[in-house]
T-cell receptor, first 113, second 115 residues
C-alpha cells in the first residue's frame, strides 16, 4: 500500500520558491508520482508527474531521489494565485491488478503578499 | 476546461431521497472515476469504471451505486440519503485503464446538499 504523507499546511510569501515534500515509503516499482493542485470548490488539476530523478515543466519541478521513497514539488516564485491544496498521488496497487488512485490529505499552501 | 462535464452543478434534496449524478468523460477517455469530498475529509475514492466495466472499488457505501454506459458516460446513484452524504462529488476520467502514469482530468463537481 503506497500511502503518502505530506505536511498539512505551509505558508509562503509572493516571489518565494516553495518546496512541498511527500513521503511514500512503500512505493511500488511500477508506480509513478503525480501531483495535483486543487482550488476551493474546483476539481483537482494535474501539475506534474515523474518516475525518478528530476522533471520540469512550465509551472513546477519535481525532484525524486534514487530510492523513490519521497518526492518534492518545487514551485518557483509563487504568487497569490498559487494558494491551493497540493496532493501527491501514488498508485495504490492493493487488490492485485486493481488500481485505485488514492489521494492523501494534501498540503494547503497559503501565499501571502 | 478539463473536458469532463458533470451535471447538475448543485443539488439540494431531503433525507431519504434518491439522486443521480451524471458525468461525461473527455472525448476518447475510457476510464471514469468517482470521488467524494466533504468538508472534514479529503478526496475519497468511490469507484472506477473502465469501458463499461467496474474496475476498482473504494469505500463506497451500499446505498451508492454507479454504472458506465456504452457511450462511456457514467452515473452515480445515491439513495436513502443522509445528512452526512452532503459533499462535493467529483468525476474524473483518464484515457486508459488507470495505470499510475495516467493523468486524471476532473470535472467541476456536483455539490450535493441533503437537508
Amino acid at each position: 500500500l503506497a500511502k503518502t504523507t505530506q505536511p498539512i499546511s505551509m505558508d509562503s510569501y509572493e516571489g518565494q520558491e516553495v518546496n512541498i515534500t511527500c513521503s511514500h515509503n512503500n512505493i511500488a516499482t511500477n508506480d509513478y508520482i503525480t501531483w495535483y493542485q486543487q482550488f476551493p470548490s474546483q476539481g483537482p488539476r494535474f501539475i506534474i508527474q515523474g518516475y525518478k530523478t528530476k522533471v520540469t515543466n512550465e509551472v513546477a519541478s519535481l525532484f525524486i531521489p534514487a530510492d523513490r521513497k519521497s518526492s518534492t514539488l518545487s514551485l518557483p516564485r509563487v504568487s497569490l494565485s498559487d494558494t491551493a491544496v497540493y496532493y501527491c498521488l501514488v498508485g495504490d496497487l492493493t487488490g492485485g491488478a486493481t488500481n485505485k488512485l488514492i489521494f492523501g490529505t494534501g498540503t494547503l499552501l497559503a501565499v501571502q503578499p | 476546461d478539463s473536458g469532463v462535464t458533470q451535471t447538475p452543478k448543485h443539488l439540494i434534496t431531503a433525507t431519504g431521497q434518491r439522486v443521480t449524478l451524471r458525468c461525461s468523460p473527455r472525448s476518447g477517455d475510457l476510464s471514469v472515476y468517482w470521488y467524494q469530498q466533504s468538508l472534514d475529509q479529503g478526496l475519497q475514492f468511490l469507484i472506477q469504471y473502465y469501458n463499461g466495466e467496474e474496475r476498482a472499488k473504494g469505500n463506497i457505501l451500499e446505498r451508492f451505486s454507479a454504472q458506465q454506459f456504452p457511450d462511456l458516460h457514467s452515473e452515480l446513484n445515491l439513495s436513502s440519503l443522509e445528512l452526512g452524504d452532503s459533499a462535493l462529488y467529483f468525476c474524473a476520467s483518464s484515457p486508459r485503464i488507470g495505470a499510475t502514469n495516467e493523468k486524471l482530468f476532473f470535472g467541476s463537481g456536483t455539490q450535493l446538499s441533503v437537508l
